[in-house]
């Protein structure tokens, strides 16, 4: 199948399980979906964006059942939460998929019966073992102690009849289609991970149960319920518009980008590509597994009591402050530790100190020196040819970290204008321009270098903080960034003619 040539940014998050409460693990991943959502908009590229909730298996039905209620009632309870949260969190999904709708049913039983076409499902009798927490199948030489080696609760043996998936058939076109695409598995340790476990056996895969009634039923055969994973990851091809918009899907499909958290990779990284494999469809472009976070060093733990609720967080500490410090605290790939005064302490000396200080004090000089009028710019001055070129340099870097999904450095790359645009100040003294009249075609040259600076700043910060980038713009008396996306925006010598306008402090200092 060859991918369309209007192909459309298709960016995607897991379907969270609706067996509990968002917690910053969920806001980590859908926030830096989000980013890269946005910021493929912003360059003028049409986007879809995904997320959504995973709703079925024996885990949902054991819960409901304990609570006195349905399944459909407890799905119906949690999906708000998440649904609510991405409100809360400022998350510009364009779909939100569940997997209880009516069309997920569709697209699972037309993806099972292609594969079952391909000859690749067949019926057996399965027996080992199965964690219920994880949704995972383990062989006796898997188990630690009898227990489940991700979470370590007791795994339960299991022996029934059940629909076996050959997945075993296609290890060596795994093997080397990874390959063959070296950024399919991100990061590097990640795909060096699915080599490893792919150089020994892979087994086929169960993809039935009959032990329980929530779930997606096979076609022709109900009294066995599809595995939640075949059911889940179908999907990323339900809301593309598989089957019943073919012409939509595959102007959609593959994804390009996959972002997951470390412990769904083998999931993503070797069920899914096989059972694509199996139905003879595109691989997604890129999977993506990101760290975990610890809280003040310590594993999150319902238990302990040591779990952030991130809409408590950004209640008290502001959502562009909270998605500011996810993305900018550690590398994207790695764990990270959260703590209430680290995020202070970048909100007061990043946000407050370098960026927020940077614009007051330039619309007060504004206001002060031109009337709020804003200075037109002047290509030959030597003070524009130098901010010139560095918001060139600041460009192509941001280009590729987003495209690496590097976010710190995307930042970091960003924070070279802030830096800059505070020395030139401390450098230039506009205060000392303004006394002496001989020097006014200067301050001009240097308020407008500084303004403009400001201008691409709201540009490059607003996937990461799009409220406080629409901020910046209104007191820069500019459009906001996404009334005119596409590649100029980001161009040297874009401000507009116009008025400055001050407003509050873009980040008041934390206490």
């Keep these: ?39 493929q908009r912003l360059k003028g590229r049409e986007v879809f964006f995904l997320t959504g909730t995973d709703e079925h298996g024996q885990k949902i039905e054991k819960t409901a059942a304990a609570r006195g209620m349905s399944a459909r009632e407890l799905v119906d309870e949690v999906v708000e939460r998440f649904r609510h949260l991405w409100q809360v969190l400022n998350i510009s999904n364009d779909d939100f998929i569940r997997t209880s709708e009516e069309r997920h049913y569709r697209a699972v039983h037309a993806f099972f019966e292609k594969v079952r076409a391909a000859g690749k499902i067949y019926l057996g009798h ?46 060596q076109q795994l093997l080397d289609y990874i390959d063959e695409h070296d950024d399919f598995i991100m990061p590097k340790s990640k795909r060096n991970e699915i080599l490893g476990f792919l150089r020994e056996e892979l087994r086929d895969l169960s993809i039935s149960r009959c032990s329980f009634k929530w779930g997606i039923p096979v076609p022709d055969d109900p009294k066995h319920v599809i595995y939640v994973w075949f059911d889940a990851l179908v999907n990323y091809l339900t809301a593309a518009g598989y089957p019943d918009d073919m012409e939509r899907f595959n102007r959609l499909w593959p994804a390009d980008v996959h972002l997951i958290g470390k412990d769904i990779l083998r999931f993503h990284a070797v069920y899914w590509p096989t059972f694509l494999f199996a139905a003879d469809l595109p691989l997604p472009r890129r999977v993506f597994a990101h760290g975990w976070w610890t809280v003040e060093g310590e594993k999150m733990s319902k238990s302990v009591g040591n779990v952030v609720d991130p809409e408590a967080v950004v209640a008290e500490y502001g959502v562009d402050g909270f998605r500011y410090f996810l993305l900018r605290e550690v590398p994207f790939g790695l764990d990270g530790d959260f703590s209430r005064e680290a995020l202070k302490g970048r909100i007061n000396s990043e946000l407050a100190n370098d960026l927020g200080n940077l614009l007051s004090r330039t619309v007060s000089m504004v206001k002060k020196y031109r009337g709020r009028k804003l200075p037109a710019a002047d290509p030959d001055g030597e003070y524009y040819r130098e901010f010139k070129l560095l918001n060139d340099e600041v460009l192509k870097a941001v280009d590729a970290a987003v495209a690496d999904l590097a976010f710190n450095r995307m930042l970091t790359a960003i ?97």
């Design 415 to 511: 924070w070279r204008l802030v830096e800059k645009c505070n020395r030139f100040i401390d450098e230039r003294a506009p205060w000392a321009l303004a006394r002496d009249e001989s020097r006014a075609r200067e301050l001009d040259e240097v308020l407008y270098c500084v303004l403009e600076s400001l201008r691409l700043l709201s540009c490059y910060l607003y996937p990461v903080m799009p409220e406080k980038a629409e901020q910046m713009a209104l007191q820069l008396g500019q459009p906001a960034p996404m009334e005119n996306p596409g590649a100029g925006l980001f161009a040297w010598g874009g401000l507009a003619p116009g008025e400055s306008a001050k407003g509050r402090p873009l980040f008041p200092r934390l206490e």
């Design 1 to 39: 199948m060859t991918i369309a040539e209007n192909k459309v940014y298709y960016v995607t998050t897991p379907i969270y399980y609706v067996n509990d409460v968002p917690h910053i693990g969920h806001a980590y991943t859908t926030v830096a979906a989000d980013v890269v959502a946005r910021y």
């Design 126 to 171: 399965y027996e080992d073992w199965y964690c219920v927490p994880c949704e995972t199948f383990w062989t006796e030489n898997q188990l630690h102690d009898g227990n489940c080696p991700e979470c370590g609760r007791p795994a339960e043996k299991v022996k029934e009849e059940s629909y076996f998936f050959a997945m075993s058939s296609y290890r």
